[in-house]
């Protein structure tokens, strides 16, 4: 399809961006959408402008099973820098408190950053995407604004002590979905009784993707031409952005139905109440809820 085309290409898939430092995720999302002339695109597990690594950008009907990929497990490299707390939890913002640090040996540190794992409550920071009656909290941290945030329970699967030098504790965390990295820093800094904010983030994993499956937007420029061939070679099926959801085939008449929003009897008997559904051809239909009883309603459809 031509570019002159105003209204954008019908394309469905995935594409498993790296995104650098410096670029909100609606800013690189912007981007990719121009770059592949999508007609729709959206983006799933925001990243900081100052983070970088695993944005997965979602073309056409794969943004509909953009919450699914959000239930996803994270993991990520940090550098957090002892002493120092910033307003924002990171090193873009206003440092608001320094304390001692030096005195902490590295045995100290390592010891307060693994006491975190496992099944923890975390109070997410006043700059994050959270709402209050509608607002954005970042929007209300701008105007000095500080509202009480509930701690909300989240697990930390996994920290790999990596290195404690100069101030600058680097850990390796994996995390469940909904965990603040820059609340873990400011929590071991507070463990500390020195403070801590972020000086490096990097998403290196994203539910079963990892960093190497990623493409830069730089190298995606590179692969522009007219016919797009290039570039629509690194867009991912959107099935198969869902390993852990079970696949099921329809028979003819049930893919009918299910394309109309009608409910289907199933022989599927397992314990995920959210199945992957295809045609008879193989071709993927979208997400169905399975209810005890072995109906399958329409969730999310490509259709």
């Known amino acids: 399809m031509s570019r002159r085309n105003p209204k954008g290409r019908n394309i469905n898939g995935i594409v498993l961006l790296d995104k650098d430092t410096g670029l909100s995720s609606n800013a690189a999302l912007q981007k990719v959408k121009r770059l592949f002339f999508a007609k729709k695109a959206g983006h799933t597990g925001s990243l900081d402008p100052l983070a970088s690594g695993i944005l997965p950008i979602c073309l056409g009907q794969a943004t509909k099973v953009a919450q699914f990929l959000l239930d996803d497990d994270k993991r990520y490299f940090v550098r957090g820098q002892l002493g120092e707390t910033t307003d924002t939890g990171d090193c873009e913002g206003e440092i608001i408190k320094t304390q001692k640090y030096k005195q902490l040996t590295q045995a100290e540190v390592r010891a ?86 972020v000086i490096e983030l990097r998403r290196t994993g994203f539910a079963h993707i990892n960093i190497g499956e990623t493409i830069k937007f730089s190298e995606l420029e590179a692969l522009t031409t007219e016919d797009f061939q290039l570039l629509d070679a690194h867009i991912f099926p959107s099935e198969n952005m869902l390993p852990n959801i079970k696949n099921i085939c329809l028979d003819a008449q049930q893919t009918i139905d299910i394309k109309y929003g009608r409910t289907i009897l199933s022989e599927y008997k397992g314990e995920q109440d959210m199945l992957k559904l295809f045609d008879p051809e193989q071709q993927f239909l979208g997400i169905g809820k399975l209810t005890p009883d072995g109906i399958i309603a329409p969730k999310r459809l490509f259709v």
């Open 112 to 197: 307060a950053a693994l006491s975190f794992l496992g099944d923890i409550l975390q109070v997410p920071p006043m700059y994050s995407a959270l709402k209050k009656d509608g607002q954005p909290l970042y929007k209300l941290a701008r105007q000095g604004i500080e509202i009480e945030r509930p701690a909300r329970p989240v697990t930390i699967h996994n920290i790999e002590f990596i290195s404690y030098e100069k101030g600058i504790i680097t850990l390796d965390v994996s995390c469940s979905k909904g965990t603040y990295i820059r609340s873990l820093i400011q929590d071991i800094g507070d463990k500390l009784g020195c403070g801590a904010h």
